[in-house]
């Protein structure tokens, strides 16, 4: 079995390095494995993509969700994977961990890699209104949800969770933007004004925030979630429900489950894609298009 890891040295605000050497301990008690850091923002998926090619058994991204992102779109062409996914969750996030069931401890994690097994989950394809496309693990962001990725990128002395509950605090004080959307579920299409998209292969976003909560990544289908505008004190009073996914019952909040979503705005839309900035409101990206691929990649797996 050849094993090739790809560590993020960046993750979790550059803690991930500290972890390079027990890793490649931990491995080292299944056999022999093949690690190359990265460097640069895209480099994992050059890196995955060329661990196919040499046809390395399995590719295992460890880092964060960004990472995951990067190796998933490294490893899948077309729509569907020939490489097994390994992930050790060592990022501030680690999302696609928690929706896919994956021990969160490194040491574990690694145990789960060797000795585990596999199965297929879901992934979806994104292209915007200029033709670049990207595959989608977790979860895409558009509006509020987005902008509150953009602003967890200027804080820098907190770690972890607290990031992103720090950044929807500011984005509430700050976010003022409702798209008027025209928006197409498979053969339905509605029109309204909206705060925030989300739409959901997973069932968490942002390490704690269930926007999707009902989301699983072996059903075919994209889980979406859609919130009307409201004002500031409504969004407070909501935070603690998305934070346990309650807020699916609010008369503000519309939950819907389809195989294709397309989405046109009348404003420039930010956009996040598993915690990745696709797009902010200067790039002018104004329609999207969403697609389930089921079955598209194995995962190694603590029970298959």
Known sequence: MRRKVILNPWANRGKAIELKDSILSWFSDYGEVDMSLT?????????????????????????GDGTVHEVINGLVHGDRGQTTLGVVPIGSGNDFAFGSGLLTDPESAIRTIC?????TIDLARMEDDRGRYVLVNNGIGIGFDATVTIQSRTITRIHGFPVYLLAVLQTIALYFQTPRLRIRLDDDVIEQESLLLAIGIGPRVGGGFF?????????????????????RLTMLWMLPKVMRGTHVKSKHVTMRQNKYVDISSNLPLPIHVDGEIFAYPADNVRRLTVSCLPSALEVITPSG
């Not at 923002?41 to 880092?63: I, K, N, P, Y």
């Not at 000795?115 to 199965?119: A, D, L, N, S, V």
């Not at 979406?224 to 505008?229: E, G, H, M, R």
Request: aromatic share 2%; net charge negative; charged share 25%.
């Open 39 to 63: 460097e640069s923002q895209g480099h994992a998926t050059r890196l995955a993509s060329d661990a196919a090619d040499e046809g390395f058994d399995v590719v295992v991204a460890a880092g």
């Open 115 to 119: 000795t585990g097994k596999t199965r």
């Open 211 to 231: 926007l999707t909560p009902d989301a699983k990544n072996r059903d075919g289908l994209l889980d979406s979630c859609t919130v009307n505008p409201v004002g």
